[in-house]
């Protein structure tokens, strides 16, 4: 065997293992996102909050010897044409006990605009013993030019929080839906 050959196999056996590196690290870099989002959702960092049914929080015991304060924070991504506002600002809960409150939402622009709302809890740590029922954030929500809506968000606290936590913040960030504006563009296409 002569020396080109040897080096010709050293070079493919070097191609082989780059472009399957490549691709290890191209799936890794699609499926971080993913497993990201589970790792928070059940360790509730990163300000994620859980689920819970109606069945679930009727069934948690109440705990009526402590208080928490829930304060509430909105936002809009900076291109987005809503105001966005809780109706109040902070409640005082029982952890334990299922709360309800609203949040409205109003569509300033001459179009019709779809959004998705981002939930965050604050301190991120104790994110996990906020769980919620019923939350606009579960969907897309959709407004028509110059629409107001009120949304309800229910929620209860776990009596397994931290007694030294007192006060937590749910956080909202509405940004524009970019899936309609696909839908648009390829409902615009000519058709043959």
């Excluded at 002569?2 to 070079?11: M, N, P």
């Excluded at 909050?49 to 909105?74: I, N, Y």
């Excluded at 007192?166 to 524009?176: A, C, E, I």
Aim: hydrophobic share 40%; charged share 20%.
């Amino acid at each position: 065997m002569s020396d080109t050959d040897t080096q010709q196999r050293a070079t493919r056996r070097t191609v082989i293992k780059l472009v399957l590196a490549t691709c290890v690290m191209f799936s890794f870099g699609y499926a971080l996102v993913p497993l990201y989002n589970v790792f928070c959702t059940i360790t509730g960092l990163n300000g994620k909050t859980g689920r819970m049914t109606e069945a679930q929080a009727a069934a948690l015991p109440v705990d009526l010897s402590r208080e928490v304060t829930v304060e509430f924070v909105t936002n809009v991504d900076a291109q987005m044409p809503w105001d966005f506002k809780p109706i109040v600002n902070k409640v005082v809960v029982h952890p334990g006990v299922e709360t309800q409150v609203e949040f409205e939402v109003h569509n300033w622009d001459a179009g019709r605009i779809d959004g998705n709302a981002v939930p965050s809890v604050a301190p991120n740590t104790v994110a996990k013993y906020f769980k919620k029922t019923e939350c606009f954030c579960f969907t897309q929500q959709t407004l028509a030019p110059g629409e107001t809506r009120r949304m309800p968000v229910r929620f209860v606290v776990d009596p397994r929080l931290p007694p030294e936590v007192k006060v937590l913040t749910l956080g909202y960030t509405f940004f524009q839906s970019l899936k309609p504006v696909a839908e648009n563009a390829a409902a615009a296409l000519p058709r043959s």
